[in-house]
């Protein structure tokens, strides 16, 4: 019988701060890496903003099209794409647009490549989801790797990584910060996701202990430790030519 390696995308889903990126770096460090923030960052450091900036939002009673003193960099009101707000500043959304924009082409492209992809966003309801993954074929094994964020306890230590982050970033002359109240309102919106979706794969990748000890320590430099069997799960999926 004739078989081949099948590529695999991971699609990581969890909130900001749970431990998405220290995942990729210990268990697969090779794949290529679709980051909404690092493209984001980058794009509003070419205009002159920093990645804070770009989330900046008008107050939602002023008109469209006016322009707030003092803020006049941000450019003019718009109407939002966000479905949960009205109004947006001009040049914060543009620069998120072109960042989907530049996401949608790379995704083309490590389609076409030969290797793993992983999805590092929060991924954290269907649409998000939906956004990128029919870029990659049956070519694809498609995984959804869970991470475990649910308790009061883990909450708290995921919103303290969150400021221990931002402090750490301002520190080198950089501006991120991921409030508790936008962890609230994106876990508060979660969907869990289904195989109807289109995944081959769910996974649950529980860190709470290495969540946990960081909270405890308060040590960003803490290695996070093997879980059983997530190695196995992640790697060496094969599947025969006529089927999955």
């Given amino acids: ?41 980058r794009i509003a450091k070419a205009n002159g ?11 939602q009673t002023l008109e469209m099209g006016s322009v707030v003193p003092g803020m ?3 450019g003019h009101i718009v109407p939002s794409i966000l479905s949960w707000r009205e109004k947006d500043f001009s040049i914060p959304q543009s620069i998120h ?49 869970v991470f475990n964020f649910h308790s009061d ?4 230590a995921i919103k303290q990584r969150a ?9 080198q002359g950089g501006s991120k910060t991921i409030s508790g109240e936008v962890i609230d309102r994106m876990v508060t919106a979660y969907e869990a996701p289904e195989v109807s979706e289109g995944f081959d794969q769910i996974v649950h990748h529980d860190n709470s202990e290495f969540l946990l000890q960081l909270k405890q320590n308060g040590d ?7 879980s059983i069997g997530v190695v196995n799960i992640v790697r060496n999926i094969i599947r025969t030519i006529s089927g999955k």
């Fill in 72 to 74: 006049e960099r941000f």
């Fill in 220 to 226: 960003l430099n803490v290695q996070e430790s093997d």
């Fill in 153 to 156: 306890k883990l909450l708290s």
């Fill in 49 to 59: 903003m920093t990645y804070d900036d770009t989330y900046v939002s008008p107050d």
């Fill in 97 to 145: 647009v072109k960042a989907t924009d530049e996401l949608a082409q790379a995704a083309k492209t490590y389609a076409n490549s030969s290797s793993d992809v992983v999805i590092d966003m929060t991924n954290m309801n269907k649409e998000n989801r939906a956004m990128f993954m029919p870029y990659f074929g049956s070519d694809f094994r498609k995984v959804a790797v």
């Fill in 1 to 41: 019988m004739s078989v081949h390696l099948l590529k695999t995308l991971y699609v990581l889903i969890g909130p900001p701060a749970v431990g998405k990126s220290t995942w990729i770096r210990h268990y697969v460090p090779t794949a290529k890496v679709l980051s909404r923030d690092d493209v984001v960052e």
């Fill in 163 to 171: 400021k221990q982050r931002g402090e750490e970033i301002a520190r």
